[in-house]
């Protein structure tokens, strides 16, 4: 049977998914009304608990009908589906002692840290510390899971991210390195349904959130996901813009792609934020961006995502307000803070936040195997990380889904009430709003990232990294003396 799309359906009229001209499935018409109002996420929930494997992925990584007959009508994947609504108070009371602030973008935290992995090529490969791969590894050689749910390279699509549950020391490893576009991770719940065992999941916020859906729905889900892994996310990229780029680079002539094809895209490389690379058959390696400079300044991966996020965030991203995983054992991201005193980030350093007690108990379980080093951190420090990409999009999140309530269009359901932003605050997220102006046209976007790209592109994120560069230092400098004067008076 021919794929049957469920988005841009329009108002689902008899027949609109059903070749034979029948009434389609009533829980395929509400999955569809989700997607063509902008509240998927595509993390993949729908498909991973779907009993009877209706869906798959379209090239965009939508559901998709691709087999309507095995349709049962059960409605698990509307239920699952975290786009469409999340009860935040309901699951907060379930994990966590008391009530979450609405206005804390750091969520609940029971230990903060700050990590790495002991050995060494994990913590060299890794994207930052290489906490997650270094506790993935340890748990699976303990056995304490018999594998997790991570994001490995597509071997054919090189810059796209490919679901997986990894069962070895090796696939773990093979799926390091952050993965910036769309990747349905919760399709891995198939498997987890099917075979019998005890597994970590990896997944951006959204995700999470779907885990816990999927796990109140079912009970093989509950049983067997033993830690959850949350990772600290301002949005995804739209596959658009993965697109474009690499058509944009500059990868020899066709003749030489046949002779030394390129075989991974690695999203970054260096330490905190690094930089994106090719690696060709034969072992050589060129920059994502401005491949022609040879020395000197090099855009991070962080700089040229600071301008995705403001052309290619999808839609239902910009409803998200969930930065730092606020609902997994585990939350993890980049640290970006002042350093403490005896800590160089460029080393190799991750962030973490354990909400929970299993959290602390099985990263603490890691670091007794001599898999992690941690360095234990206060709350009030933990707190003063990834600020402004956090209020950014909670403050962004908030401003939509009242927009949006006012004209009528649905918003996802996260059953509380957004709290009243202070002048401030709606200044700044007027500006920031401002600033994500063409991800809600269709005209223009493409043309500005190829701008980006261009000899003009270059200059502009050079003086922008000055900008940056300027306010660290005075972030850092501030901090400093506050410590200094602090301790002494």
Known sequence: MNEIPLKNTGPLVKGALSPDGQEPPRALRALARIIDNDLCHRCGSCIGICPTKVLGLDRQDFPIVKNLAACTDCDLCVKVCPGDEFNVPEISKQLFPQAPDLRDMHGHIEQ????????????????????????????????????????????????????????????????????????????????????????????????????????????????????????????????DAMYTIWDSLELETPQQKQANPAQKFISRIGKHPGTPYIFFKDGSTQPVYFPKVKNGYRPSSMEVLNILYRLYTPPRCLTCYDSTSEFADLAVGDPWMTPPEGVDFYDGWSFALARTKRGIALVEQAEKANALVLKRISSELARTSNLMMGHEKRGRAFRIIETRRRQGELIPDYQFEIPRASGKEFILTELNMFSHFFCFVPWGKQRLLRLTLSQFGYWMLWLNSKRRGLRFFRRDLLTKLKRKFGATG
């Open 112 to 239: 903060a840290y700050l990590a790495y992995a002991s050995e060494e090529q994990i913590r060299k490969n890794s994207t930052s510390g290489g906490l997650i791969s270094g506790l993935l590894v340890s748990l699976l050689e303990q056995g304490v899971i018999t594998g997790a749910a991570v994001v490995a390279s597509d071997d054919q699509v090189l810059w796209k991210g490919k679901p997986k549950i990894a069962r070895s020391k090796t696939e773990i490893l093979a799926a390091m390195k952050s993965k910036y576009a769309i990747s349905p991770t919760n399709i891995t719940f198939e498997e987890i349904r099917e075979v019998e065992g005890r597994y970590a999941v990896v997944g951006l916020p959204c995700q999470i959130h779907g885990y816990h859906k999927a796990a109140a729905l079912d009970r093989r889900i509950k049983d067997r996901v033993v830690l959850s892994i949350g990772l600290f996310c301002h949005a995804a990229v739209e596959h």
